[in-house]
């Protein structure tokens, strides 16, 4: 596989709430984070599981917080649910929970939102949730439509404090229905996968950032790739002991990730300090995930 032109044999997948902001305020030091990347080309995804928002809305939200990013830059549990569903059966069609950000994915990737007779019942964060919606798709889910989450998140910080989350409201359906949901979103490794072969990285070359260890740390360590814990979001370094798992390593924030890795010459630590003189082949071994 030619690689030609990359400036960099690593890269980022980052998560952004907790990481890049906590609701609509910037968490200090991710703007300029963002930027070094961007100024030394190095290769980086952002990933949300929140399904709500489209590519274009959420590098509108961004700029209003001063990060400076472009579409292709974004990845989200629309797009892996989306993608999934094309590749499982193209051409499909899909009762939809949800709103603007999954709505566009599925019809970008071939697929007919409906209200009858759907092969898929997909659920998405919004704010259109109702008990008509419900009972519509547990009836369809019950006739052979199979039910399928963009994440199982339980619920999601906000200015206020929480509100529920795509998990809270899928289990609604899963208890009135008795079908577990299938989950695309992060730590499904087919959303982890897909966003790391977008950035065309070797599983040992990516590094995944983020401020939950139920999701981020816990993807990104059955994955094999690197983890970098932020504690600006929801997770505290008294909460770690009672982890099996854990992150490569923690910082405060992006600010102080950007300021471990500018002593380092932007080389990461965590990665192997071997002289990086592999040959093609390594490049052509997918690993067993
Ligand atoms: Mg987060």
New binding site residues.
Partial sequence: MERKGRAETFGFLI?????LYRGSELIAGADHFIAQLRSREIPFLLLTNNSQRTRRDVVAKLARIGIDVEDQHIFTSAMATARFLAQKKPGGTAFVIGEGGLLTALHQNGYAVVDHDPDFVVVGEGRTFNLELVEAAVRMVLSGAKLVATNLDPNCPTQHGLRPGCGAMTAMLEIATGVRAFSVGKPSPIMMRAARKELRLATDETTMI???MET?ILGGVQLGFHTVLVLS??TRLEDLPRYAYGPDLVVQSLDELGRTLDEAGWQPPWLSTAPRDRDDSDFLVEPVT
């Fill in positions: 998560d952004m709430d907790g990481v983020g401020d939950t981020d979001g929801g």
